[in-house]
Nanobody, 110 residues
Framework: QVQLVESGGGLVQAGDSLRLSCAASGRTFSIYAIGWFRQAPGKERAYVASISWSGSSTHYAEFVKGRFTLQLSSVTPEDTAVYYC??????????????WGQGTQVTVSS
């Protein structure tokens, strides 16, 4: 099983940049991809971005260290949400993203 912990959220102003982190522990060798999702107030959870291990050098350090980042740039109030990272769960036959962090709140003021 993989455990995930997000950090880096907070209150920022519109136009600011923000970097969210996702720290993985446990069976990190099983991580092929990490997804980022967000859930805004009153809305369903939505996909934001993902990276996968393709053998290239682009994200090599992240997979080796088990620490992943999501860069948010020029944020707007519409980016206000709880942001989650997700990784491999126990039932890959059903869905890959079966392990979730607790989320980190991002609030953007206008």
């Amino acid at each position: 099983q993989v455990q995930l912990v997000e950090s880096g959220g907070g209150l920022v102003q519109a136009g600011d940049s923000l970097r969210l982190s996702c720290a993985a522990s446990g069976r990190t060798f099983s991580i092929y991809a990490i997804g980022w999702f967000r859930q805004a107030p009153g809305k369903e959870r939505a996909y934001v971005a993902s990276i996968s291990w393709s053998g290239s050098s682009t994200h090599y350090a992240e997979f080796v260290k088990g620490r992943f980042t999501l860069q948010l740039s020029s944020v707007t109030p519409e980016d206000t949400a709880v942001y989650y990272c997700a990784g491999p769960g126990p039932d890959l036959a059903t869905t890959y993203f079966g392990s979730w962090g607790q989320g980190t709140q991002v609030t953007v003021s206008s």
